[in-house]
């Protein structure tokens, strides 16, 4: 009886084999599957005054992502800058934009000065985290 198991074992190792094949040849050499990677930038200035607004005045905070790699400006990415009691969230634009609104009552700033964070997240895309994006001065 053990005579068999042998030849049983080569069999299921070339079968075994042919299967691996091909599930490697449908992952289409692995490239797609590694997330890539982006940077945003606040193009609006990193630095917010609250005392030379008033408290109608809406603060409006642009933010660009783009491609780390090729400079691609990435569409439909989320966005959102906190902290200091508030948060805003937006989409990136085909050209990879969006406005992050604010107003200045929105502020919980019990010190003299805080930080704004901001976090991005798109679809293929590691996620990217600034936390000292925007500075807020009283």
Do not use: C, W
Not at 30 to 41: E, L, M, T, Y
Not at 76 to 83: D, E, I, P, R, Y
Not at 90 to 118: H, M, P, Q, R, W
């Amino acid at each position: 009886m053990a005579i068999g198991l042998p030849i049983k074992m080569v069999v299921l190792t070339i079968v075994g084999m042919a299967g691996l094949a091909a599930m490697l040849a449908i992952i289409d050499n692995g490239q797609s599957a590694i997330p890539g990677s982006i940077h945003a930038d606040v193009k609006s200035g990193n630095l917010i005054i609250l005392s030379a607004l008033n408290d109608t005045d809406n603060i409006d905070v642009k933010v660009e992502v783009i491609n780390s790699i090729d400079g691609t400006p990435v569409r439909k990415a989320n966005s959102v800058l906190s902290g200091e009691g508030t948060s805003a969230v937006n989409i990136t634009d085909e050209n990879g934009v969006t406005i992050l609104s604010f107003k200045k009552t929105d502020f919980d700033l019990e010190a003299g000065e805080g930080y704004l964070d901001l976090e991005v997240m798109a679809n293929g895309f590691q996620d990217y985290t600034n936390e000292y994006a925007v500075k807020l001065v009283r």
